[in-house]
Nanobody, 122 residues
């Protein structure tokens, strides 16, 4: 079993910054891509940023230049530095990881955190 635990959400004024963290624990024999998603009230969950095991990153157009995704492979952790926050960034943010849970397996399974609320006031 694998658990992903997010932290770092909160309330911030427009133009401010927050840093989200997500740590994976449990039966882990490798982590491939990691990502952050978000879901605003009444909207579908959307991809915010991804990072491969080798550190290649990709961002949604709406956050390019403002958000930075990074990871610490030794800690099985992924981070999201969010700068110049806007009210439209308000959402629950979820981390996602592709995890290998068996040492001899080539299968990667998707795991999700419980989400952390980010609220940006105008």
């Amino acid at each position: 079993q694998v658990q992903l635990v997010e932290s770092g959400g909160g309330l911030v004024q427009a133009g401010g910054s927050l840093r989200l963290s997500c740590a994976a624990s449990g039966s882990i024999f490798g982590i491939n891509a990691m990502a952050w998603y978000r879901q605003a009230p009444g909207k579908q969950r959307e991809l915010v940023a991804t990072i491969t095991g080798g550190g290649v990153t990709n961002y949604a157009d709406s956050v390019k230049g403002r958000f930075t995704i990074s990871r610490d492979n030794a800690k099985n952790a992924v981070y999201l530095q969010m700068n110049s926050l806007k009210p439209e960034d308000t959402a629950i943010y979820y981390c996602n990881a592709q995890v290998r849970t068996q040492i001899m397996s080539l299968q990667w399974d998707d795991y999700w955190g419980q989400g952390t609320q980010v609220t940006v006031s105008s």
